[in-house]
C-alpha cells in the first residue's frame, strides 16, 4: 500500500533510478512466457523436485514467477515430528517476468495429507543460506541463469532502498521498500 506523498508504480523499468541501479540486461532476454519452461527444464536437469508458477498465489497479481526446487534426501530433509507430513528445506528462485533478474532464497516446504504450504518470499531470505545443500544447489542453479538469458542478483543489490516517494503495490513487505520490493511484488 502506499502513504500519502508515495507514488505507486507498477513497472520498475520505467523508472531511470531503479534500471540505474541494476546490471544491464542480458542481450537476449528471456520472455515472460518461457521463464516457467525454463525452471522446469533447470529441475529436471539437476533431477530435482519441482514446483513453478506463474500468479502463484490464488488471488491478486504477482510480478515474478516463482519456483520452490528441493530433493528428497538428508541435505533437504527436516526432521519432522508429525509422522503424516515432510518439511523440506528448499530453493525458492524468483524471477521477475517485467525484467530478466532472478535473485534465489532458502524457504521451507511442507507436506501433509492435506496439501502443502511454502513459506513467503521476502527480501531477508535471499542469499540466506542455512544449508550446505541448498548454498551449493543455489550457485548451479544461479550459474545456468546467464545462458537462459537472465541475470541473478544478489541480496546486497536487491537490498538498496528506493527513492522516498516511491512506491511499488506489494502484500510481501509492510516496511521500508527495496530494490527487491520494485522487482519482485504481489498485490491484490
Same mark, same amino acid.
Given at each position: 500500500?502506499?502513504?500519502?506523498?508515495?507514488? =505507486?508504480?507498477?513497472? *520498475?523499468?520505467? /523508472?531511470?533510478?531503479?534500471?540505474?541501479?541494476?546490471?544491464? #540486461?542480458?542481450? &537476449? $532476454?528471456?520472455?515472460?512466457?518461457?521463464?516457467?519452461?525454463?525452471?522446469?527444464?533447470?529441475?529436471?536437469?539437476?533431477?530435482?523436485?519441482?514446483?513453478?508458477?506463474?500468479?502463484?498465489?490464488?488471488?491478486?497479481?504477482?510480478?515474478?514467477?516463482?519456483?520452490?526446487?528441493?530433493?528428497?534426501?538428508?541435505?533437504?530433509?527436516?526432521?519432522?515430528?508429525?509422522?503424516?507430513?515432510?518439511?523440506?528445506?528448499?530453493?525458492?528462485?524468483?524471477? =521477475?517476468?517485467?525484467? *530478466?533478474?532472478? /535473485?534465489?532464497?532458502?524457504?521451507?516446504?511442507?507436506?501433509? #495429507?492435506?496439501? &502443502? $504450504?511454502?513459506?513467503?518470499?521476502?527480501?531477508?531470505?535471499?542469499?540466506?543460506?542455512?544449508?550446505?545443500?541448498?548454498?551449493?544447489?543455489?550457485?548451479?542453479?544461479?550459474?545456468?541463469?546467464?545462458?537462459?538469458?537472465?541475470?541473478?542478483?544478489?541480496?546486497?543489490?536487491?537490498?538498496?532502498?528506493?527513492?522516498?516517494?516511491?512506491?511499488?503495490?506489494?502484500?510481501?513487505?509492510?516496511?521500508?521498500?527495496?530494490?527487491?520490493?520494485?522487482?519482485?511484488?504481489?498485490?491484490?
Amino acid at each position: 500500500m502506499t502513504a500519502a506523498g508515495e507514488t =505507486s508504480v507498477t513497472d *520498475p523499468m520505467r /523508472v531511470p533510478w531503479i534500471v540505474a541501479h541494476l546490471p544491464p #540486461p542480458p542481450a &537476449h $532476454a528471456i520472455a515472460p512466457d518461457a521463464i516457467e519452461p525454463a525452471l522446469a527444464r533447470i529441475a529436471s536437469r539437476y533431477c530435482l523436485l519441482s514446483e513453478a508458477h506463474d500468479d502463484i498465489y490464488d488471488f491478486g497479481t504477482t510480478s515474478f514467477v516463482q519456483a520452490t526446487l528441493w530433493r528428497d534426501d538428508d541435505g533437504f530433509r527436516v526432521p519432522s515430528r508429525d509422522t503424516g507430513s515432510k518439511t523440506h528445506r528448499c530453493l525458492m528462485v524468483m524471477v =521477475s517476468k517485467l525484467a *530478466p533478474y532472478a /535473485v534465489i532464497a532458502e524457504s521451507q516446504r511442507w507436506r501433509n #495429507p492435506s496439501g &502443502h $504450504a511454502v513459506m513467503l518470499p521476502g527480501f531477508d531470505k535471499v542469499d540466506a543460506f542455512t544449508r550446505p545443500a541448498t548454498r551449493e544447489l543455489a550457485e548451479m542453479i544461479g550459474a545456468e541463469f546467464e545462458t537462459l538469458g537472465m541475470i541473478r542478483l544478489s541480496g546486497t543489490q536487491v537490498a538498496i532502498p528506493l527513492l522516498d516517494g516511491l512506491a511499488f503495490p506489494t502484500n510481501l513487505n509492510n516496511g521500508p521498500q527495496r530494490l527487491f520490493d520494485a522487482l519482485f511484488h504481489w498485490f491484490d
